[in-house]
């Protein structure tokens, strides 16, 4: 059954904006220490290659965060939620373990879709219950 989706659209300039004026801090705020190596590979390939993989972390953790119903406050933070990606390359959610017993106690399972062009990143994310 599903029990909350979450949308979210990032505008690659932005990210852009937000990195000219916060920097590194913000790549901090935002990304796990799991997911920051994978940031360093985009970013030594190009800048737009950051951007739009600093774009997508934003979208997809304000999606699931939306499909959760809490927004991002209380334990669904930037950092209790890292976006990785299985064997075939699709999207999956990794969370710590105060978040992880939390859903698994709601019987929740999050689902994630990412989507990017030249401009703008658009994430989707459903909560679903399995109990």
Known sequence: MIRGIGCDVVEVKRVADVLAKHGERFVDRLLTPNEKPLYEKR??????????????RWAVKEAVSKALGTGIADDVTFHSMEVMHNAKGAPLMIFNEPLKERLMQQGLFVHVSITDEKNVVAAFAVAEQRI
């Open 43 to 56: 970013k030594s390939l190009s800048r737009e290659h950051a951007l739009a993989f600093i774009a997508s």
